[in-house]
């Protein structure tokens, strides 16, 4: 290794302080989009970009129109530092945040940030905090050490990612050709404990309303009526079982290896205890491994809804509420993905794994376009719960993953 390589090795140990209060610096400024009852991430931004100012050589800002905040705009900010070659290494971020939920579950004040040794806690350190710690933290170290990388840095810190990405990447990725094809494009959003996790697929996402509409009746005379309810179990039965057995493929870069069917959510019916409900309604949420076409399944579904119907002498009705059809994998054999491995088992001493997830990321946005992006990071997966917490030690390795491959 090059001196110039181990000496900013040695600078990343050094940067602890400086990654706490930059956490400091923003998780108290809430960023919550209008579906989470919040009012953007105008303010978080505004803190942000006067950060990444001091660091990045340019720091351009894309306003996304949203009359539903007080600014009127989903900001989305991108700092470069020039690098020796055209391309670029992307580190995507998002500002926005979930809400706390149950405070009383938080040991410590979610939008303060508490410092247990390794550990920092508060709403948003991880998901994703970490990606915009990780990116700032690598251009102040490469501005004060006056080291020019191999290609560019680029961070981008994006709006709207937790409620749909449509004022943040996925309007990016339409409207801005910022990306090119031999770019590195990381996605420090997701995880495992050791590092080794490459995200490079994700399934389908259909999510479904099934309305069964019966007759009410009193429940001490059921022939009187027709149970909306227990006809809403039957169907919710056969769904699942047919579903199952007819979409059964394994695929082993997926975790779990299946398409999975599952029935969540119910609506409530009748107030009292006695009363037949003449309408029930439940969910399904379905992710569907992508050999599958979802315009399929949708066939499948509908044909037992309608032989259902006419056993039972109800009325069912369907009703997509998402669906996120996948586009194809980020490529295996692709530089990121080679250079990414290499880099892990430089600095972290681990075997990385591809891996496809369940969950949608802002990724497929990308994969849509022919690029490569891999979601990685090293977190223990605290995302969204309470008490979720960063470690120091593994921002620290991140970062000189990151490094090894930009220097
Ligand atoms: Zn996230």
């Known amino acids: 290794m090059e001196e110039v390589h181990k000496n900013f090795y040695k600078e990343i140990e050094k940067q602890g302080d400086f990654i706490i209060s930059l956490y400091k610096e923003f998780i108290p400024i809430k960023a919550l989009g209008p579906e989470n009852g919040g009012e953007g991430e105008y303010e978080r931004a505004k803190k942000l970009k006067e950060i990444m100012m001091k660091y990045f050589d340019d720091v351009k800002e894309i306003d996304v129109e949203d009359d539903r905040v007080p600014s009127k705009i989903r900001p989305n900010l991108i700092g470069t530092i020039k690098g020796e070659k055209e391309n670029t290494l992307w580190i995507i971020a998002h500002m926005d945040t979930v809400p706390e939920g149950?405070?009383?579950?938080?040991?410590?004040?979610?939008?303060k940030v508490n410092?247990?040794?390794?550990?920092?806690?508060?709403?948003?350190?991880?998901?994703?905090?970490?990606?915009?710690?990780?990116?700032?933290?690598?251009?102040?170290?490469?501005?004060?050490?006056?080291?020019?990388?191999?290609?560019?840095?680029?961070?981008?810190?994006?709006?709207?990612?937790?409620?749909?990405?449509?004022?943040?990447?996925?309007?990016?990725?339409?409207?801005y050709q910022l990306f090119k094809s031999e770019?590195?494009?990381?996605?420090?959003?997701?995880g495992n404990s050791e590092g080794s996790m490459i995200e490079v697929a994700e399934k389908s996402i259909l999510w479904l309303r099934f309305t069964?509409?019966?007759?009410?009746a009193h429940a001490s005379t059921p022939e009187k009526g027709i149970n909306a309810h227990f006809?809403?179990?039957?169907?919710?039965i056969n769904l699942y079982n047919e579903l199952h057995d007819k979409y059964n493929s394994k695929n082993e870069l997926f975790d779990p290896p299946v398409s999975t069917f599952e029935i969540t959510k119910v609506e409530k019916n009748v107030e009292n205890i006695n009363t037949i409900p003449g309408k029930h309604t439940f969910y399904?949420?379905?992710r569907i491994l992508p050999k599958y076409n979802i315009d399929e399944v949708m066939n499948t579904i509908n044909e037992v809804v309608k032989t259902f119907e006419e056993k039972n002498n109800c009325e069912v009705k369907v009703e997509i509420v998402n669906r996120e059809d996948t586009t194809r994998p980020t490529d295996e054999n692709s530089e990121t993905v080679k250079k990414l491995k290499e880099a892990i088992k430089a600095v972290k001493g681990v075997d990385a794994k591809v891996l496809g997830i369940g969950g949608g990321t802002y990724a497929k946005y990308l994969r849509s376009l022919d690029l490569n992006p891999v979601v990685w990071m090293t977190c223990d997966e605290t995302a969204h719960s309470p008490n979720e917490y960063v470690r120091l030690s593994y921002i620290i390795s991140d970062l000189k993953t990151i490094a090894y491959m930009l220097l």
């Open 115 to 175: 410092v247990e040794g390794d550990y920092i806690y508060g709403r948003g350190v991880e998901d994703d905090g970490q990606a915009i710690v990780l990116g700032i933290a690598l251009a102040k170290l490469l501005k004060e050490m006056k080291i020019k990388p191999k290609m560019n840095l680029s961070l981008l810190v994006s709006a709207d990612e937790e409620t749909g990405s449509k004022y943040g990447v996925s309007y990016l990725a339409k409207n």
């Open 231 to 236: 006809l809403a179990m039957l169907l919710g």
């Open 284 to 286: 399904m949420d379905c």
């Open 183 to 190: 770019d590195i494009i990381l996605i420090p959003d997701a």
């Open 102 to 111: 149950d405070r009383s579950l938080w040991k410590y004040d979610p939008f």
């Open 212 to 216: 069964v509409i019966g007759k009410q």
